[in-house]
């Protein structure tokens, strides 16, 4: 696995110092344990791609909170490149309202935007008392950086990576940093 790595982009101690910044800026606007926000806090991280920095950011958030999972695919199979988003009904759990609760939106990656578009939408359908939004990584590229989102952890280059929970093909989410593969790791993968 170590083997297909191209280069690491961000590792992972970059990442654990960055998060936990993130979520004192987060716990700061959202209000503290000692004056929970009058309607609740629901985050709903969007999976697969975003357990593992969801996984972190939560255990430096010390808020009340109730977690909701929302499902959406669009690589299928060893793809690099947005096939549309689709939600798994199957995999999502969401409440048929959120009148009652604030909700944090939370994603591994913004691209296309396709994605996030779609969460927003199967959320905002709902009428959470206020909507935020969150992505470990946004790319460099238009469709991305017009995309309005709240909190960013890193911006990074317009370039397929991997690790920190994010997958190609299905592999590779266990990688603790986020790095690109070898041209052949991908082009192998993409043939058979
Ligand atoms: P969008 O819908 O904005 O194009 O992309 C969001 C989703 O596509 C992410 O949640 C992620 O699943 C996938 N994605 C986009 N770019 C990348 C990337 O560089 N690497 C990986 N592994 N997944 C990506
Ligand atoms: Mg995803």
New binding site residues.
Partial sequence: MNGDIERVIIDRHAIAQRVKELASTIAGDLGSQDQPLPKGLTLVP?LS?SFIFVADLIRHLPLLMRIRMLSIV??PGPRTT?RG?RMQSELTHLPHTLQNTHVLLI??????????RLAVDAIQHRQPAALRTCVLLR?QRSS?LQFPVDYVAFDVPD????GYG???NGYYRNLPDIVTLKAEVLEQAERV
């Fill in positions: 969007i791609g669009s690589y947005s988003a994603d591994d990656i913004l691209d296309t935007s396709n994605t996030l790319k991305a370039k397929f990576v991997v994010l997958d190609f």
